[in-house]
């Protein structure tokens, strides 16, 4: 059995309760190096092998996997976030599933969480706004023109850009077409890891903002008015007119 583990945005502490216990188990362990704190690592056990993927082509990788599972081995694969998030693991899974190895899948905190967590905001705002889109700009991989940023800007919800830090020029520029230039945005450099940086300003401003700071990589952009601090309506799930199925004690299903 293989399987991948979502590593979280840094913190060690921030590793599932069940990745934690994967990786003790693990005989044989593969991390992206880029983006997977290394101190993680100390979670396995002390003849465990372990694989950097940073230099290496899929299926150096899954060579690696599939040899470590067909002798026996635990092996793990360990992913920055959560593997579902731009973690390239689709093509990894299918290569698998072509040569008839099972593996599993282990969520893990997506640093879109660990970002907002840091910025200390929620994403739904009742009364403003209740989507998030998680998106990117197009770079080696593209992306396609019907998810351009201005299109996904005209809905106006919060918004949260991968892998695009290094574009926050052309960020700016396709999100001004759609929203004011006073829009909130922040930027979140290495968020829950120790040298973890917060940028906040606005659509005018945050591209001056980052380049003082000289954030290139490693970062998120969040946009939307969820960033702004004055108080909004509150939650109907706490509201004190507003009873539903487990205040009443009955078992209906709780709805929102
Ligand atoms: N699967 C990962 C995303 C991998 S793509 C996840 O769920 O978070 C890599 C991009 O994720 C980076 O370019 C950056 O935009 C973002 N990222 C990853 N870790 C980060 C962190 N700790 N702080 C801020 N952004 C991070």
Not at 21 to 33: N, P, Q, S
Not at 68 to 75: A, C, I, L, P
Not at 118 to 125: M, Q
Not at 234 to 254: P, R
């Amino acid at each position: 059995m293989i399987y991948f583990i979502g590593a979280g945005p840094g913190d060690p502490e921030l590793l599932t309760v069940k990745g934690v216990r994967l990786l003790k188990e693990a005989d044989l362990v593969i991390y992206a190096g880029s983006l997977v704190n290394p101190e993680l690592l100390k979670y396995t056990s002390a003849d465990c092998e372990i694989y950097n993927s940073a230099a290496m082509d899929l299926s150096e990788m899954v060579q690696i996997m599939v040899e470590g599972e067909r002798s026996g081995k635990k092996v793990v694969r360990l992913h920055t976030g959560d593997p579902a998030i731009y973690g390239a693991i689709q093509e990894q899974m299918w290569k698998l599933e072509q040569v008839g190895i099972e593996y599993q899948v282990v969520p893990g905190v997506s640093s879109f969480s660990g970002a907002t967590a840091a910025l200390k905001r929620e994403l739904t705002i009742p009364g403003k706004v209740q989507t998030v889109i998680l998106t990117r700009l197009e770079g080696r991989t593209p992306v396609a023109e019907r998810e351009n940023l201005a299109s996904l800007a005209s809905h106006q919800s919060s918004l949260v850009i991968f892998l695009s830090v290094g574009l926050i020029e052309q960020v700016v520029r396709e999100l001004s077409t759609a929203y004011p230039l006073n829009t909130p945005v922040a930027v979140v450099y290495k968020a829950t890891w120790p040298e973890e940086q917060i940028i906040r300003g606005t659509l005018e401003n945050i591209c001056q903002l980052v380049t003082e700071a000289e954030i290139r990589r490693t970062a998120l952009i969040l946009v939307g008015d969820f960033l702004r601090s004055e108080r909004t309506e509150e939650s109907m799930l706490y509201a004190s007119h507003f009873t539903h199925g487990f205040k009443q004690g009955c078992s209906d299903q709780v709805t929102d």
